[in-house]
T-cell receptor, first 109, second 114 residues
Framework: RKEVEQDPGPFNVPEGATVAFNCTYSNSASQSFFWYRQDCRKEPKLLMSVYSSGNEDGRFTAQLNRASQYISLLIRDSKLSDSATYLCVVTGTASKLTFGTGTRLQVTL | DARVTQTPRDKVTEMGQEVTMRCQPILGHNTVFWYRQTMMQGLELLAY????????DSGMPKDRFSAEMPDATLATLKIQPSEPRDSAVYFCASGLSQGIGELFFGEGSRLTVL
């Protein structure tokens, strides 16, 4: 079983739709959680951290469920510019960051 | 605008040749990571350093790969000899150990081994 698993997608949604991605992790000792965004043929960039209490940044909401070992990302009112691959990231021992393979989102007109 | 710089951006080489990739982390960052990205495996951690000391290189094939930080402004990843299965995009990223989770990535080195 992979340490971090994501549905690869693609998720094809119309502009204005709400879309949610989940990510599961296998190490119950994982300490920190993040979502990164990667545009086609570009480098990954930090989108947001995921806190135990959940957090929101504009149209983006991230949540953590430690009991079930998953994190989620919700995007409301999708824009064309949201089209990208979203990478789930988990840190474990010695601050090692492990990336999921990513979920691809395509927002269409 | 501070950023991580990687060279070369693109490299095409023949099987058996030595490949060296270089990375200049953001000034002041004390952690440096090397990742390899392929369509099938996603981003795989090859090695990482904190204050120039190697902390984890368990993801790296030791027989052909080596990673070093000769000084705080330079990290290198070397493959010798290269094989077609090494074809991938290699990313270097840097960050601060106290701000773990926020990594700044370079634009990547796209390697093709024929």
């Amino acid at each position: 079983r992979k340490e971090v698993e994501q549905d690869p997608g693609p998720f094809n949604v119309p502009e204005g739709a709400t879309v949610a991605f989940n990510c599961t992790y296998s190490n119950s000792a994982s300490q920190s959680f993040f979502w990164y965004r990667q545009d086609c043929r570009k480098e990954p960039k930090l989108l947001m951290s995921v806190y135990s209490s959940g957090n929101e940044d504009g149209r983006f909401t991230a949540q953590l469920n430690r009991a079930s070992q998953y994190i989620s990302l919700l995007i409301r009112d999708s824009k064309l510019s949201d089209s990208a691959t979203y990478l789930c990231v988990v840190t474990g021992t010695a601050s090692k960051l492990t990336f999921g393979t990513g979920t691809r989102l395509q927002v269409t007109l | 605008d501070a950023r991580v710089t990687q060279t070369p951006r693109d490299k095409v080489t023949e099987m058996g040749q030595e490949v060296t990739m270089r990375c200049q982390p953001i000034l002041g960052h004390n952690t440096v990571f090397w990742y390899r990205q392929t369509m099938m495996q996603g981003l795989e951690l090859l090695a990482y350093f904190r204050n120039r000391a190697p902390l984890d290189d368990s993801g790296m094939p030791k027989d052909r790969f080596s990673a070093e930080m000769p000084d705080a402004t330079l990290a290198t990843l070397k493959i010798q000899p290269s094989e077609p299965r090494d074809s991938a995009v290699y990313f270097c990223a840097s960050g601060l150990s106290q701000g773990i989770g926020e990594l700044f990535f370079g634009e990547g080195s796209r390697l093709t081994v024929l």
